[in-house]
């Protein structure tokens, strides 16, 4: 007995010293200000002074065209798209005088900065137009009206100063103050400016997509929203991290159906319509889909593991053994839960007519967000397995979307990312991510295997829930740093 405790000891000390060691030896990912990305031309310029004012004014500007989205309708207003083309030309004659302007599926719009080398592969850059409507009867919450683009506070206020004109604002803002000095790309740019993404897509990054390719356009990379700096919402790290997107998950609607007699409902039978859809409901949120920690998420963990305090540090340098023990903590975090497993969520349900009254339906919609490893095909499966035999499972809608491919965090064009940001924004780690929602970028994964997700605005904890929500804004000093990090990386590039 005693042999078998000192060689349990002696095995447990071995445990202990190979995780310490690891957790010791595990370099830094991060580059720093002045690294040297593998990229063929870092053009000099003359110092490039962004004009915070006058560029937040011009964004104000824009948030006050009321280019809305909604499910099922597409733009409510062509009218408003058409005047933001419009104040777009204006507001950067430069721009407008170096590139050249395409309309795609009547409202998207294709920029062109031909390059000084048309033999380089080019790059293309997203964001869109379009912003999600305010929910009736909250206007009145909002301390700045949505649609007048108000500066106050040190803030540009209204809907899509975070999701995403802001974008499409910087990226124009960037292209202005470098033509303006004469400046032209070594590589192609290409600028693409979706209307109608917060609807999928559907028709103008699908048919902005689908130009491209048909021209035979292969990009170095892709760049669109989904990222951001953020700063104290990850424990033990008190530094900015910029979070890079380098995967999304998918997405998929579900309907789940019930069909009954119907009758009074004096006389029920053991289980209503309604009670078959709600126990299939009840038992998809009692039996989820399998967590695993892969992908973009696991990339995250390693990256920022180094940078980590020391006990943290043991343990995410160690996923083989402590993987485990973080999804079972992440199944009470919603926010970690989401990196770590397909989601489920009942969002809509429905069924009958009177109190009285036997339900002859009943019906509810559960939306999967999809995670890489994961697809349509096995969500369905899992959600046929799980629910009772009464119930019937059916698509909803057309836009169920595969998850995306995980795109290289070794690759040159990540590389370039992180030293343009420790350039612009000195002391910020940057990190791969999952991205959760969705984006226009899933319309370009045929072009290009680089495709990421970051726009480099500055938010805290609390601007999360502005995004689609009250009082969106942006700070006037993050919108800055947004502008300048494109002008780097367009000089970089």
Known sequence: MKKILKISALALLLLLAVLIVRAFLLPSRQLHAGAKPDVQNVQNVQNV??????????????????????EGTGPVDPAAFLALHRYLEESFPRA???????????????????????????????????????????????????????????????????????????????????????????????????????????????????????????????????????????????????LVGTAEKGYVNVELTARSRGGHSSMPPPHTAIGEVAAAVHALEEHPMPSRIAGATRDSYETLAPEMPFVTRVVLSNLWLFGPLIELQAASDPAANARLRTTTAATIISGGVKENVLPLGARAVVNFRILPGDSVASVLEHVRKTVGPGVKVALEGLQATEPSPTSDTGAPEFRLLQSTVAEVFPGT??????????????????????????????????????????????????????VRFFVRLLLKT
Request: charged share 20%; hydrophobic share 45%.
């Open 49 to 70: 002074q962004v004009d915070a004012n006058a560029a937040a004014a011009r964004l104000a500007g824009a948030l006050r065209f009321q280019t809305i989205s909604r």
């Open 96 to 242: 407008h005088a170096a590139l050249t302007r395409e309309v795609v599926a009547g409202y998207s719009l294709l920029y062109t900065w031909r390059g000084k080398n048309p033999s380089l592969p080019p790059v293309l850059l997203l964001s869109h137009q379009d912003v999600v409507p305010v929910e009736a009867g909250t206007e009145r919450s909002w301390t700045q009206p949505p649609f007048e683009g108000r500066i106050a506070g040190g803030f540009i206020w209204g809907r899509g100063s975070l999701d995403d004109k802001v974008g499409v604002l910087a990226l124009l803002e960037s292209v202005e103050l470098l033509a303006a000095q004469g400046f032209q790309p070594e590589r192609t740019i290409y600028l693409a400016f979706g209307h109608d993404e917060e609807v999928g897509g559907l028709q103008g990054a699908r048919g902005l997509a689908a130009l491209l390719e048909q021209r035979g356009v292969r990009p170095l990379f892709v760049l669109d929203e989904g990222g951001a700096i953020i700063t104290g919402m990850v424990p033990g790290i008190d530094q900015p991290i910029a």
């Open 429 to 482: 780690l940057v990190a791969p991510n999952l991205l959760s929602g969705g984006t226009d970028s899933k319309h370009y994964q045929r072009l290009t295997r680089n495709v990421y997700r970051f726009l480099a605005i500055a938010v805290g904890k609390e601007d999360l829930e502005r995004i689609h929500g009250t009082n969106e804004r942006v700070g006037i000093d993050a919108y800055a740093g947004a």
